[in-house]
């Protein structure tokens, strides 16, 4: 015999959420199997957020995502591998830390390298426990004990096999170029880091003298400072207006420098004046035009932003925007500036910091990025990467068509080394995959390169990186860590339970951040790669997602994944994205705290329809709230009426029995095939109707039948069918709910949950074989609600009590005779009737009033509760209130002026609000009609 199980009457996320979670953790419920698991593997790598502050709502979306996935798959029979994982941002960190030290009163250089290096340490292992706290409470089920970090000595062994392999084939290359600068990192970025804004601007117009003395040409610029670095002007060679003109000179306004004419067939001769200045260091279609014609390049700015001695003595040390202002007032005194504009221009920025980019000239490492393009479009149009939605191919097809190569060199200090040496005696360039502290040449002195590398550098290895690539293969060395039985190699890993966030790299523990070398007796890349999915924003699709499959086929053969789910963003209501300077971001962990993990979580699977961005707010959360208390409510009241009964062994099902199963499978049915498609809305709202609407309205009111009115054998088999329905929609519900589902779980008797174990690891329900649903049943019960639902409505508007018991009659289509007459006590019970009694087709009992179906006519005896005289005044006033809506509806859809001028949003709500009240119209027509 059960007795009762009290749920707490509250349901209250915060009382079992963190106990839940470290329950989880505890037992390796998120590590994969060593053994078993036949249904293969499924394997994910976290998107690494950096380790710059806290989690924002794009990341709960994205970890929200990845969880579902991963639980559907665990308890789908895969040996299941979520690997967590953070990033060293090293643009972003080092701004963080330099802002800290400014704040203290000094900078990086007066601190050092090596104890800026420190410093950055500390603060990273800060947000990196803000960051692990808040995965966890979101409910990750990521295996803790495989985490990594860019910067771990795994990761960075891996970075430097790539660096040196990339420069032994030839893609990898050192050269003076023309690069993204940011003043104000003191960096040069990639181009993929460069944004672009519109903002307010001039446009000067500049006299540009003949040395001769015969004329001028007139330029047209915005960043007059940079004339000081022009070395020609540019005309095409086909405008009639400059014919002859190449080769003859010109003076350059404030400087005394005389610049020539040439004739290229880059200048468009349909802007401005068709005279283009050519400014080869800072302008990257300059800097084509300059290597055409051999013109020199002359760098006027320095790394910080200010104009250098290659400038009149007036302009130097001046920064860019004073020097821009010192310049038009000089054109002006002499006589060259012709006029100024207003414009609206775009221009880049840095992706971090906003500063304006300047086209610089500097020496940088690059990677030959084509070879590797080629490869990665070869892998999509033979079907090894597909994209979910499809439509993201083409923006990942144009961007490797037209890609360029890529600066992967950094001017900072935090981030992987460069490992390159120069030779101060001979000059020689030595790239190794160790340190070398003599040059191999001729023995002298050597130093080694003070960049570092791009953080997307370590972030486009992380799927086979943080797997263990490239110590794979081959004999397996000796290791304690991960349960070879023998002691770890001298700077092999350390135990899983190593410090986080040593002060330094170089004195790190070797598992630092739990797992950063990982040896080849574990397996996990030969197991585990290549993963199976990657789940990401679009807004990364270049910075990262490209150069992974790039990376994977160059170094692995393999690209590193085949499913791409690209989500949409994260925006308020209206339709903004969320950011601190709009005031308008939510930090998920206070939602967590507020409405708990779940709800989190349901909520945003359930708006996330694939190719869309999520417009929320706070109130958007009270969705999951509100169905996570549904479960526990509807948990609640089962458990409460176990009290006295028994477990029955193979009970019989009754029709309504067999119609939740059945409902159960096809929503089990439609849920896998969603997920495996990435359609997480479709999933999350196909759990929601078939909890709230066929488990809670229809199924769990139908039990009463037994549960209330039966003997103690009906009540024994009734409480055992409705358990294990439970039980199985625990199960459906979990990758969506996981806290609440295991809570819930846990307080079931041991028999309905087949012996024990943590929900978390369970098989999901069924949705194949000799458990489809039968379609017979389902049409019978789609009967049956059609007809309650019918007499429910028809109470409702008539305002019948709720506990009133009314009479009724119905007559049937001929399939459904015989199945009323089996259900008749269960119609009554649903519908809150005293007597469903059976009727002829055109019968027009005294006092009823008729309701027509698809598949029946049925008179509710309306009569007995209410007013017949004082309810058809009523739905008189009510009809007549209608068609003066639907008249005047009628006549402003008539306006051809109205469908011309008002938006379509408009338009269609006004015939939506047409189509109702015509319907509503016809009811109640029909109700006065036949009552």
């Known amino acids: 015999m059960f007795r009762a199980v009290e749920l707490e009457k509250a349901y209250n996320p915060k009382s079992f959420e963190d106990r839940i979670y470290a329950l989880w953790k505890d037992t390796g419920a998120f590590r994969p199997p060593e053994s078993g698991a036949e249904g293969g593997t499924y394997t994910i790598v976290i998107p690494p957020p950096n380790v710059t502050g806290i989690l924002h709502m794009g990341h709960a979306l994205n970890i929200t995502l990845q969880d579902i996935a991963v639980r559907f798959q665990r ?12 990033d060293h941002a090293g643009i972003a960190t080092q701004n963080i830390v330099e802002r800290k030290l400014r704040e203290r009163g000094f900078g990086r250089r007066e601190l050092g390298r090596e104890k800026f290096v420190e410093e950055t340490w500390k603060v990273t292992a800060e947000h990196h426990e803000a960051i692990s706290r808040q995965i966890a409470r979101m409910g990750a089920s990521v295996d803790w004990s495989r985490e990594r970090f860019t910067l771990d000595e795994g990761l960075s062994a891996a970075v430097r096999e790539v660096f040196v392999s990339l420069y032994e084939r030839g893609l990898m290359y050192k050269g003076q170029y023309l690069v993204n600068w940011c003043t104000s990192c003191g960096t040069a970025l990639s181009d993929d880091e460069v944004e672009h804004r519109d903002i307010e601007g001039r446009m000067y117009h500049v006299r540009y003298p003949y040395a001769d003395g015969g004329g001028f040409i007139e330029i047209a610029t915005t960043r007059p400072e940079t004339m000081f670095g022009d070395t020609a002007v540019a005309v095409h060679p086909e405008d009639e207006r400059y014919a002859g003109l190449a080769g003859r000179m010109l003076k350059l306004p404030l400087t005394g420098r005389e610049i020539p004419v040439v004739a290229d067939s880059y200048v468009d001769r349909t802007f401005g004046t068709g005279a283009l200045k050519v400014t080869p260091a800072h302008d990257p279609n300059d800097w084509e035009v300059g290597k055409r014609h051999n013109l020199p390049a002359i760098n006027i700015i320095t790394g910080d932003g200010r104009l250098n001695d290659e400038v009149p003595v007036p302009y130097r040390g001046l920064s860019v925007h004073e020097a821009r202002q010192a310049a038009v007032a000089g054109l002006k005194e002499g006589g060259y500036l012709l006029k100024e504009e207003r414009i609206r221009h775009a221009v880049g920025v840095c992706y971090r910091c906003g500063t304006v980019i300047e086209p610089y000239l500097s020496e940088q490492w690059f990677v030959r990025m084509k070879p590797l393009a080629d490869k990665a479009l070869g892998a999509w149009r033979r079907g090894e990467t597909v994209f979910y939605p499809r439509k993201w191919e083409n923006t990942y097809k144009h961007w490797l068509v037209n890609i360029r190569d890529w600066c992967v060199s950094r001017q900072l200090w935090w981030g992987h080394r460069i490992p390159a040496w120069t030779c101060e005696k001979c000059g020689r360039l030595t790239v190794s995959r160790v340190d070398i502290s003599a040059c191999p040449g001729c023995g002298g002195a050597v130093r080694q390169d003070e960049d570092v590398l791009d953080t997307w550098f370590s972030s486009w290895l992380w799927p086979f990186s943080t797997l263990g690539w490239p110590n794979v293969g081959g004999e397996p060395p000796p290791c304690a860590a991960h349960g070879c039985g023998a002691p770890p190699p001298a700077g092999g890993p350390a135990p899983r339970n190593a410090p986080a966030f040593p002060a330094r790299v170089s004195d790190a523990p070797a598992a630092h951040l739990t797992a950063a070398s990982r040896c080849a007796a574990c397996g996990d890349y030969e197991r585990f790669y290549p993963t199976t999915a990657l789940v990401t924003a679009y807004d990364i699709i270049f910075f990262w997602v490209a150069r992974m499959i790039m990376a994977g ?23 903004r ?31 996330c329809a694939q190719g869309q961005d999520i417009l929320i707010d706070r109130e958007s959360f009270k969705l999951g709230s509100k169905f996570a208390n549904k479960l526990w409510n509807a948990s609640r009241y089962i458990l409460m ?8 062994q193979n009970p019989a099902l009754l029709p309504v029995d067999a119609w939740i199963y059945g409902r159960l499978r096809r929503a089990a049915a439609t849920m896998g095939d969603a997920l495996n498609g990435y359609r997480y809305n479709e999933a999350a709202v196909c759990a929601y109707d078939f909890f709230w609407n066929d488990f809670c309205d229809w199924y769990v009111e139908a039990t009463k039948l037994s549960t209330k009115q039966g003997d103690g054998a009906e009540k024994d088999r009734a409480i055992t069918v409705l358990l294990d329905v439970l039980a199985e929609t625990l199960r459906l519900l979990h990758p969506f709910l996981p806290f609440v589902t295991e809570e819930i779980w846990g307080r079931l008797p041991v028999e309905a949950r087949g012996g024990g174990g943590l929900l978390i690891v369970q098989p999901y329900p069924r949705s194949g074989g000799s458990s489809l649903p039968d379609e017979k049943n389902e049409g019978d019960f789609a009967f049956l609600q059609e007809l309650v639902r019918a007499i429910r409505t028809l109470r409702s508007e008539c305002t019948v009590a709720p506990d009133k018991k009314l009479r009724a009659s119905v007559a049937a289509d001929g399939r459904y005779t015989s199945f009323i007459a089996s259900n008749r006590e269960l119609a009554c019970l649903l519908a809150g009737l005293s007597e469903l009694a059976d009727a002829s087709a055109g019968d027009s009992p005294r006092g009823a009033v008729a309701l027509a179906g698809t598949d029946f006519e049925a008179f509710l005896f309306i009569a007995e509760a209410v007013d017949m005289t004082v309810l058809k005044a009523k739905w008189t006033r009510e009809l007549e209130k209608d068609r003066k809506f639907i008249t005047s509806l009628r006549t402003k859809l008539g306006n051809e002026n109205f469908l011309k001028n008002a938006p379509d949003a408009l338009v269609g709500g006004e015939k939506q609000k047409l189509v109702e009240a015509e319907k509503r119209a016809g009811k109640l027509q029909g109700y006065l009609e036949r009552c």
């Open 75 to 86: 308890m789908g029979g895969k040996r299941t591998l979520w690997v967590p994982g953070s």
């Open 553 to 575: 086929l160059e170094f692995t053969g393999k690209a590193p994944f085949r499913d791409i789910y690209i989500h949409g963003l994260i925006r308020d209501k209206q339709g």
């Open 577 to 607: 994205k969320m950011s601190k300077s709009l005031g308008n971001g939510i930090d998920p962990e206070e939602l967590v705290n507020e409405y708990g993990a779940d709800a989190l979580k349901f909520t945003l699977a359930f708006l």
């Open 641 to 648: 009426n176990l009290e006295g009964r028994a477990i029955v």
